[in-house]
Protein backbone atom coordinates (compact mmCIF):
# COMPACT_ATOMS: atom_id res chain seq x y z
CA UNK A 1 0.00 0.00 0.00
CA UNK A 2 1.41 3.29 -0.93
CA UNK A 3 1.69 6.43 1.72
CA UNK A 4 1.52 10.04 1.34
CA UNK A 5 5.25 10.38 2.16
CA UNK A 6 5.64 8.58 -1.11
CA UNK A 7 4.07 11.71 -2.90
CA UNK A 8 6.92 13.26 -5.90
CA UNK A 9 6.30 16.07 -8.07
CA UNK A 10 8.26 17.24 -10.71
CA UNK A 11 8.73 20.63 -12.95
CA UNK A 12 9.45 19.98 -17.11
CA UNK A 13 11.34 22.15 -19.79
CA UNK A 14 9.24 25.12 -21.06
CA UNK A 15 7.20 24.20 -23.28
CA UNK A 16 7.59 25.47 -26.68
CA UNK A 17 4.26 27.43 -26.50
CA UNK A 18 0.94 26.67 -24.86
CA UNK A 19 -0.25 23.45 -25.94
CA UNK A 20 3.44 22.03 -27.17
CA UNK A 21 5.46 20.34 -24.63
CA UNK A 22 9.17 19.20 -25.79
CA UNK A 23 9.89 16.12 -25.74
CA UNK A 24 10.17 13.61 -22.91
CA UNK A 25 14.53 12.56 -22.17
CA UNK A 26 16.28 12.01 -19.92
CA UNK A 27 16.84 14.24 -16.70
CA UNK A 28 14.21 16.53 -18.69
CA UNK A 29 12.23 17.18 -15.52
CA UNK A 30 13.10 18.78 -12.18
CA UNK A 31 12.17 17.14 -8.82
CA UNK A 32 10.00 19.28 -6.53
CA UNK A 33 10.43 19.58 -2.82
CA UNK A 34 7.89 21.47 -1.33
CA UNK A 35 6.45 21.83 1.98
CA UNK A 36 3.87 18.85 2.70
CA UNK A 37 2.37 16.38 0.04
CA UNK A 38 -0.75 18.20 -1.25
CA UNK A 39 -1.65 16.50 -4.41
CA UNK A 40 -2.90 18.65 -7.97
CA UNK A 41 -6.58 19.49 -7.28
CA UNK A 42 -7.98 18.50 -11.36
CA UNK A 43 -11.65 19.13 -11.93
CA UNK A 44 -14.09 17.99 -14.02
CA UNK A 45 -17.48 18.75 -13.63
CA UNK A 46 -20.54 17.21 -14.81
CA UNK A 47 -23.57 19.19 -15.34
CA UNK A 48 -26.80 17.71 -15.68
CA UNK A 49 -30.71 18.71 -16.42
CA UNK A 50 -32.55 18.74 -13.78
CA UNK A 51 -35.53 21.24 -13.89
CA UNK A 52 -35.46 20.64 -17.57
CA UNK A 53 -38.67 19.05 -19.07
CA UNK A 54 -37.99 15.51 -18.70
CA UNK A 55 -41.23 14.47 -16.78
CA UNK A 56 -39.07 14.33 -13.56
CA UNK A 57 -37.91 16.25 -10.45
CA UNK A 58 -34.57 14.68 -10.72
CA UNK A 59 -31.38 15.01 -13.04
CA UNK A 60 -31.83 12.12 -16.08
CA UNK A 61 -28.72 12.89 -17.24
CA UNK A 62 -25.43 14.78 -17.46
CA UNK A 63 -22.91 16.02 -20.04
CA UNK A 64 -19.33 17.03 -19.61
CA UNK A 65 -18.22 20.99 -18.95
CA UNK A 66 -15.03 22.25 -18.32
CA UNK A 67 -11.85 20.78 -17.40
CA UNK A 68 -9.07 22.39 -14.90
CA UNK A 69 -6.26 21.61 -12.83
CA UNK A 70 -4.13 24.00 -9.98
CA UNK A 71 -1.56 23.15 -7.80
CA UNK A 72 0.15 24.98 -5.02
CA UNK A 73 3.04 24.48 -2.79
CA UNK A 74 6.25 26.47 -1.07
CA UNK A 75 9.67 25.58 -1.44
CA UNK A 76 13.21 26.52 0.44
CA UNK A 77 14.62 29.04 -2.18
CA UNK A 78 18.37 28.11 -3.75
CA UNK A 79 19.45 30.95 -6.24
CA UNK A 80 19.08 28.06 -8.82
CA UNK A 81 15.57 27.35 -8.12
CA UNK A 82 14.59 31.25 -7.72
CA UNK A 83 15.91 31.38 -11.49
CA UNK A 84 13.95 28.18 -12.43
CA UNK A 85 11.05 29.61 -10.94
CA UNK A 86 11.62 33.22 -12.17
CA UNK A 87 11.27 32.01 -15.74
CA UNK A 88 7.29 31.15 -15.07
CA UNK A 89 6.89 34.40 -12.84
CA UNK A 90 8.42 37.10 -14.46
CA UNK A 91 7.93 36.33 -18.01
CA UNK A 92 10.99 37.94 -19.46
CA UNK A 93 14.05 36.91 -19.16
CA UNK A 94 16.98 38.67 -20.59
CA UNK A 95 20.10 36.99 -22.65
CA UNK A 96 22.42 36.02 -19.83
CA UNK A 97 25.72 37.98 -19.27
CA UNK A 98 28.70 36.00 -18.97
CA UNK A 99 30.80 37.75 -16.13
CA UNK A 100 33.42 35.32 -16.44
CA UNK A 101 33.96 32.70 -18.74
CA UNK A 102 31.96 29.34 -18.15
CA UNK A 103 32.16 30.33 -14.29
CA UNK A 104 29.64 33.16 -14.12
CA UNK A 105 26.75 34.64 -15.56
CA UNK A 106 23.83 37.45 -14.31
CA UNK A 107 20.53 37.47 -15.47
CA UNK A 108 18.00 39.74 -15.59
CA UNK A 109 14.61 38.83 -15.16
CA UNK A 110 11.29 41.24 -15.95
CA UNK A 111 7.54 41.97 -16.21
CA UNK A 112 6.17 41.35 -19.48
CA UNK A 113 5.08 44.38 -20.87
CA UNK A 114 0.72 43.82 -22.68
CA UNK A 115 1.80 46.12 -25.40
CA UNK A 116 4.10 43.36 -26.77
CA UNK A 117 2.60 39.74 -25.12
CA UNK A 118 0.86 38.79 -22.31
CA UNK A 119 1.92 34.85 -22.73
CA UNK A 120 3.41 33.87 -19.92
CA UNK A 121 5.81 30.35 -20.16
CA UNK A 122 4.33 27.49 -19.14
CA UNK A 123 6.12 23.62 -17.69
CA UNK A 124 4.35 20.51 -17.75
CA UNK A 125 4.13 19.10 -14.02
CA UNK A 126 4.09 15.80 -12.87
CA UNK A 127 3.05 14.10 -9.86
CA UNK A 128 3.18 10.37 -8.62
CA UNK A 129 2.61 8.28 -5.38
CA UNK A 130 4.08 4.95 -5.40
CA UNK A 131 7.03 3.77 -6.96
CA UNK A 132 6.34 3.72 -10.48
CA UNK A 133 9.00 0.68 -11.25
CA UNK A 134 6.72 -1.00 -9.12
CA UNK A 135 3.34 -1.92 -11.04
CA UNK A 136 1.19 -3.23 -7.68
CA UNK A 137 2.55 0.19 -5.38
CA UNK A 138 1.39 2.37 -8.54
CA UNK A 139 -1.68 4.40 -7.46
CA UNK A 140 -1.40 8.15 -9.05
CA UNK A 141 0.55 8.84 -11.92
CA UNK A 142 0.03 11.93 -14.38
CA UNK A 143 1.02 14.58 -16.02
CA UNK A 144 -0.87 18.12 -16.24
CA UNK A 145 1.22 20.07 -19.03
CA UNK A 146 0.88 23.46 -19.63
CA UNK A 147 0.89 25.03 -15.97
CA UNK A 148 1.54 28.70 -15.60
CA UNK A 149 1.82 30.39 -12.54
CA UNK A 150 -0.77 32.02 -11.36
CA UNK A 151 1.16 34.03 -8.17
CA UNK A 152 4.17 33.76 -6.64
CA UNK A 153 5.48 35.27 -3.42
CA UNK A 154 9.38 35.71 -2.29
CA UNK A 155 9.70 35.88 1.33
CA UNK A 156 12.01 35.77 4.57
CA UNK A 157 9.54 35.71 7.19
CA UNK A 158 9.44 33.50 9.47
CA UNK A 159 11.70 31.13 11.44
CA UNK A 160 13.09 28.99 8.96
CA UNK A 161 16.57 29.05 7.53
CA UNK A 162 16.05 30.08 3.87
CA UNK A 163 13.91 32.65 1.73
CA UNK A 164 10.51 30.92 1.18
CA UNK A 165 9.27 30.66 -2.02
CA UNK A 166 5.38 29.79 -2.25
CA UNK A 167 3.71 29.70 -5.47
CA UNK A 168 0.04 28.87 -7.33
CA UNK A 169 -0.19 27.39 -10.61
CA UNK A 170 -3.15 26.55 -13.39
CA UNK A 171 -3.28 24.27 -16.68
CA UNK A 172 -5.21 23.69 -19.11
CA UNK A 173 -6.78 20.89 -17.84
CA UNK A 174 -5.52 18.39 -19.77
CA UNK A 175 -4.73 15.47 -17.97
CA UNK A 176 -2.00 12.58 -19.18
CA UNK A 177 -2.56 8.85 -17.22
CA UNK A 178 0.27 7.44 -16.93
CA UNK A 179 2.40 9.96 -17.25
CA UNK A 180 5.03 8.50 -19.25
CA UNK A 181 7.96 10.57 -17.34
CA UNK A 182 10.11 7.68 -15.05
CA UNK A 183 11.25 9.05 -12.14
CA UNK A 184 13.43 6.35 -11.28
CA UNK A 185 15.89 3.84 -12.51
CA UNK A 186 18.17 3.37 -15.51
CA UNK A 187 16.79 5.50 -18.25
CA UNK A 188 14.99 8.16 -15.84
CA UNK A 189 13.66 11.50 -16.81
CA UNK A 190 13.57 13.25 -13.71
CA UNK A 191 16.59 15.36 -12.22
CA UNK A 192 16.22 14.17 -8.63
CA UNK A 193 16.94 16.45 -5.70
CA UNK A 194 20.28 14.89 -4.36
CA UNK A 195 21.56 14.81 -7.83
CA UNK A 196 21.04 18.79 -8.09
CA UNK A 197 23.80 21.38 -6.80
CA UNK A 198 22.28 24.34 -5.66
CA UNK A 199 22.79 26.84 -3.43
CA UNK A 200 20.45 28.10 -0.40
CA UNK A 201 19.20 31.68 -0.35
CA UNK A 202 19.85 32.28 3.73
CA UNK A 203 16.70 33.38 5.31
CA UNK A 204 19.30 36.38 7.22
CA UNK A 205 21.60 37.26 4.02
CA UNK A 206 19.17 40.01 3.15
CA UNK A 207 19.78 43.88 2.93
CA UNK A 208 17.55 46.07 2.25
CA UNK A 209 18.20 49.63 0.63
CA UNK A 210 15.28 52.60 0.73
CA UNK A 211 15.67 55.50 -2.06
CA UNK A 212 13.54 58.75 -2.13
CA UNK A 213 13.50 58.61 -5.86
CA UNK A 214 12.47 56.38 -9.14
CA UNK A 215 15.03 54.14 -10.16
CA UNK A 216 17.23 54.43 -7.29
CA UNK A 217 18.48 57.65 -8.81
CA UNK A 218 18.22 59.57 -5.21
CA UNK A 219 19.86 58.99 -1.59
CA UNK A 220 20.34 55.84 -0.62
CA UNK A 221 19.19 54.75 3.32
CA UNK A 222 20.66 51.33 3.90
CA UNK A 223 19.04 49.49 6.22
CA UNK A 224 21.48 47.23 7.48
CA UNK A 225 20.96 45.37 10.43
CA UNK A 226 17.42 47.23 11.22
CA UNK A 227 16.06 44.94 8.57
CA UNK A 228 13.61 42.54 9.74
CA UNK A 229 11.88 40.93 6.90
CA UNK A 230 10.07 41.42 3.29
CA UNK A 231 7.63 39.65 1.02
CA UNK A 232 7.76 40.15 -2.59
CA UNK A 233 4.64 38.70 -4.34
CA UNK A 234 3.59 39.00 -8.06
CA UNK A 235 -0.27 38.19 -9.09
CA UNK A 236 -0.64 37.39 -12.36
CA UNK A 237 -3.93 37.77 -12.54
CA UNK A 238 -4.93 35.49 -15.52
CA UNK A 239 -8.14 35.56 -17.10
CA UNK A 240 -8.96 31.82 -15.93
CA UNK A 241 -11.93 31.72 -17.80
CA UNK A 242 -10.83 32.44 -21.46
CA UNK A 243 -9.15 29.81 -24.03
CA UNK A 244 -11.80 27.13 -23.78
CA UNK A 245 -14.39 28.74 -26.60
CA UNK A 246 -13.39 28.53 -29.80
CA UNK A 247 -10.09 25.94 -29.34
CA UNK A 248 -12.36 22.77 -29.68
CA UNK A 249 -9.93 20.91 -27.55
CA UNK A 250 -11.23 17.97 -25.48
CA UNK A 251 -9.70 15.69 -22.86
CA UNK A 252 -8.17 12.31 -24.94
CA UNK A 253 -9.41 14.20 -28.22
CA UNK A 254 -12.89 13.27 -27.60
CA UNK A 255 -15.31 15.88 -27.45
CA UNK A 256 -17.55 13.69 -25.25
CA UNK A 257 -15.44 14.57 -22.19
CA UNK A 258 -13.93 17.81 -20.93
CA UNK A 259 -12.95 20.66 -22.71
CA UNK A 260 -9.67 22.28 -22.37
CA UNK A 261 -7.80 25.68 -22.74
CA UNK A 262 -5.87 25.79 -25.64
CA UNK A 263 -4.31 29.30 -24.17
CA UNK A 264 -4.49 31.77 -21.33
CA UNK A 265 -3.29 34.98 -20.83
CA UNK A 266 -2.36 37.86 -17.84
CA UNK A 267 -4.59 40.33 -17.90
CA UNK A 268 -1.83 42.62 -16.35
CA UNK A 269 0.58 41.55 -13.73
CA UNK A 270 0.63 43.27 -10.48
CA UNK A 271 3.19 43.66 -7.55
CA UNK A 272 3.02 44.06 -4.10
CA UNK A 273 6.43 44.86 -1.84
CA UNK A 274 6.13 45.16 2.16
CA UNK A 275 8.90 45.64 4.61
CA UNK A 276 9.76 45.23 8.13
CA UNK A 277 12.14 46.88 9.92
CA UNK A 278 13.04 48.83 13.16
CA UNK A 279 11.93 52.00 13.65
CA UNK A 280 15.28 54.23 14.88
CA UNK A 281 15.48 57.93 15.03
CA UNK A 282 18.18 57.13 12.04
CA UNK A 283 15.14 56.20 9.53
CA UNK A 284 12.59 58.52 10.79
CA UNK A 285 15.73 61.41 10.09
CA UNK A 286 16.81 60.05 6.74
CA UNK A 287 13.40 58.11 5.36
CA UNK A 288 10.66 58.80 7.33
CA UNK A 289 8.02 55.93 5.80
CA UNK A 290 5.14 58.07 7.15
CA UNK A 291 6.20 61.24 5.93
CA UNK A 292 6.83 59.68 2.54
CA UNK A 293 3.49 58.00 2.47
CA UNK A 294 1.97 61.66 3.48
CA UNK A 295 3.34 63.36 0.60
CA UNK A 296 2.92 60.82 -1.96
CA UNK A 297 6.61 60.85 -2.33
CA UNK A 298 8.20 58.65 -5.54
CA UNK A 299 10.66 55.93 -3.86
CA UNK A 300 12.13 53.13 -5.04
CA UNK A 301 14.02 49.91 -3.60
CA UNK A 302 16.69 47.44 -3.44
CA UNK A 303 16.81 43.84 -1.83
CA UNK A 304 19.72 41.54 -2.47
CA UNK A 305 20.84 38.19 -0.94
CA UNK A 306 23.82 37.39 -1.08
CA UNK A 307 25.19 33.50 -0.79
CA UNK A 308 28.41 31.32 -1.05
CA UNK A 309 30.96 31.96 -3.33
CA UNK A 310 30.96 30.95 -7.05
CA UNK A 311 34.86 32.01 -7.86
CA UNK A 312 37.30 34.18 -6.09
CA UNK A 313 36.15 36.92 -6.85
CA UNK A 314 31.84 36.64 -7.24
CA UNK A 315 29.50 35.54 -5.00
CA UNK A 316 26.03 34.11 -5.67
CA UNK A 317 23.43 37.00 -5.64
CA UNK A 318 19.52 37.63 -5.81
CA UNK A 319 18.40 41.17 -6.28
CA UNK A 320 15.00 42.37 -6.49
CA UNK A 321 14.32 45.99 -7.58
CA UNK A 322 11.22 47.69 -7.20
CA UNK A 323 11.92 51.28 -9.44
CA UNK A 324 8.70 53.16 -8.64
CA UNK A 325 6.82 53.21 -5.84
CA UNK A 326 4.84 55.52 -3.31
CA UNK A 327 4.21 54.25 0.12
CA UNK A 328 1.00 53.08 0.65
CA UNK A 329 0.54 52.37 4.05
CA UNK A 330 3.29 52.51 7.56
CA UNK A 331 2.00 50.53 10.24
CA UNK A 332 3.65 50.40 13.62
CA UNK A 333 4.22 46.62 14.39
CA UNK A 334 6.47 45.02 17.32
CA UNK A 335 9.82 42.98 16.13
CA UNK A 336 12.05 40.92 18.39
CA UNK A 337 9.87 40.30 20.95
CA UNK A 338 9.53 44.49 22.33
CA UNK A 339 11.14 46.82 19.82
CA UNK A 340 9.38 49.10 17.75
CA UNK A 341 9.16 48.12 14.66
CA UNK A 342 7.72 49.66 11.09
CA UNK A 343 5.39 47.78 8.46
CA UNK A 344 5.94 49.47 4.99
CA UNK A 345 3.34 48.72 2.43
CA UNK A 346 3.93 49.85 -1.13
CA UNK A 347 1.76 50.77 -3.99
CA UNK A 348 4.25 50.30 -7.15
CA UNK A 349 3.45 52.82 -10.06
CA UNK A 350 4.09 51.24 -13.47
CA UNK A 351 7.09 52.64 -15.67
CA UNK A 352 5.58 53.19 -19.20
CA UNK A 353 3.33 49.81 -19.74
CA UNK A 354 5.37 47.43 -17.04
CA UNK A 355 5.27 47.19 -13.66
CA UNK A 356 8.80 47.80 -11.66
CA UNK A 357 9.88 44.87 -10.72
CA UNK A 358 12.81 43.44 -11.90
CA UNK A 359 15.05 39.91 -10.68
CA UNK A 360 19.04 39.97 -11.22
CA UNK A 361 20.21 37.04 -10.32
CA UNK A 362 24.21 36.47 -10.40
CA UNK A 363 25.32 32.80 -10.90
CA UNK A 364 27.09 29.92 -12.14
CA UNK A 365 23.86 28.55 -14.51
CA UNK A 366 24.78 29.81 -17.94
CA UNK A 367 20.87 30.30 -19.25
CA UNK A 368 18.05 29.88 -17.16
CA UNK A 369 15.37 30.37 -19.88
CA UNK A 370 17.24 25.98 -20.66
CA UNK A 371 17.89 25.29 -17.06
CA UNK A 372 16.82 22.07 -15.51
CA UNK A 373 18.90 21.57 -12.24
Same mark, same amino acid.
Not at 42 to 62: E, H, I, L, Q, R
Not at 173 to 182: C, I, L
Not at 290 to 296: F, L, N, P, Q
Given at each position: MAQTSQSVFAWGKVQTNYTTEMAIANDGFRQICKEGYEKPV????? &? /??? !?????????????KDRDDVTF??????????????????FGMVAAPTVVVADEVFTQLFSLLDPYVSDQLPTRPLVSKVGEPAVEANRIHDVRFPSMMCEQISFSNEGTTPDMQIAGSWRGS??? &? /??? !???YYGTGKDVL???????????????TLIFNDDASMGGTDVELGCDFRSANITIN?????????????????????????????????????FEAICVL???LVTDFDP???????AIISAELKY????IDETHDFEATFNLNKAVIATAELVEVDGGTQGIKITTEPLAVGNIMPLTLLIKSDVPNFNAYVG
Open positions: FSSPN &V /NNA !GYSTGSAFATKTTSGTERATFELLGFLGVMAGKR &V /NPS !GVQLDEEMTEHFIKRTAGENLNTDAGYEGCALFQDDDPNLGAIRGGMRTRGQAVSTPGVEKMIAGVGGA
